[in-house]
């Protein structure tokens, strides 16, 4: 099993990114991915999941209304489109497969992070 996320950088607020988790190992609609995000000091915090089998999205307060995951299948990958982003929104952020394909059952495998950063 691996992930991979990229897709991090530097970003002005109110701009966008896409991030990318490519995946290995095992099939997306046997598991669901999910985003996490750490800053400096805090606590990490879910962003967004996807569950397996019928890919329903469920987001976490801060991407409401602003963030959108997805995934292809095809391509083993899933995205997390994160639009009007803020200086909040600055941290390291994570995609982590979970143990089963409900959203509900918990991280098991984490892919290495890629850094975003909201500034001015």
């Known amino acids: 099993v691996q992930l991979q996320a990229s897709g991090g950088g530097l970003v002005q607020p109110g701009g966008s990114l896409r991030l990318s988790c490519a995946t290995s190992g095992f099939h997306l609609d046997d598991f669901a991915i999910a985003w996490f995000r750490q800053a400096p000091g805090r606590e990490r915090e879910a962003v967004s999941c996807?569950?397996?089998?019928?890919?329903?999205?469920h987001y976490g307060a801060p991407a409401k209304g602003r963030f959108s995951i997805s995934r292809d299948n095809a391509k083993t990958t899933v995205y997390l489109q994160m639009n009007n982003l803020e200086p909040e929104d600055t941290a390291k952020y994570y995609c982590?497969?979970?143990?089963?394909?409900?959203?509900?059952?918990?991280?098991?495998?984490w892919g290495q992070g890629t850094q975003v950063t909201v500034s001015s």
């Open positions: 996807i569950s397996g089998r019928d890919g329903n999205p």
């Open positions: 982590a497969r979970f143990y089963a394909f409900s959203c509900s059952s918990g991280p098991q495998y």
